[in-house]
């Protein structure tokens, strides 16, 4: 398994230092790890954005690797990714695999959470580098 660079630890930013994983307790799922900095959150309120917490990297499963691997339903560490880093991951191991809207929406990063964050205050007229410049939207109604 290799984890490495690509996969930096949430609690501590450090790569390949950290297996975290997904445990399910009382029917709920709840995040688990052997990093010195681990805490326990919800992955409830983590999965929201707001102003007193605008992260919302946390530990998922992806979901690609589990339909190739027939292992839908199961809590494997080597299935986890922290949602900031799941972009990189897709483009690695899966590329040109389409994913589902609601698994895209579990990772993706809200113009609120950049501008929580303060990733998008700079050239706000411009509308990013050429080429790749386009925002994906998606809009659930
Ligand atoms: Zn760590
Ligand atoms: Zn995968």
């Known amino acids: 398994m290799k984890v490495g660079k690509d996969n930096p ?3 501590c930013g450090h790569s390949g230092t950290c297996t975290t994983g997904i445990a399910k307790r009382n029917g709920t799922d ?13 992955f409830k309120s ?18 690609p690797c589990k339909i190739r691997d027939g292992a839908l339903g199961l809590y494997k560490d080597e299935y986890i990714f922290w949602s900031y880093n799941m972009p990189t991951h897709l483009v690695k191991e899966h590329p040109g695999v389409a994913v589902t809207e609601a698994f895209h929406d579990s990772y993706a990063v809200s113009a609120d959470e950049r501008e929580r964050l303060g990733f998008s205050n700079s050239q706000k007229r411009k509308r990013g580098p050429s080429g790749g410049g386009s925002a994906k939207r998606v809009h659930v109604s």
Do not use: E
């Open 30 to 42: 709840t995040p688990s790890s052997n990093c010195p900095n681990f805490y326990k959150f919800s």
């Open 9 to 11: 630890c949430g609690f």
């Open 46 to 63: 983590a999965a929201i954005s707001t102003a007193s917490g605008p992260s919302t990297n946390r530990p998922i499963a992806c979901l």
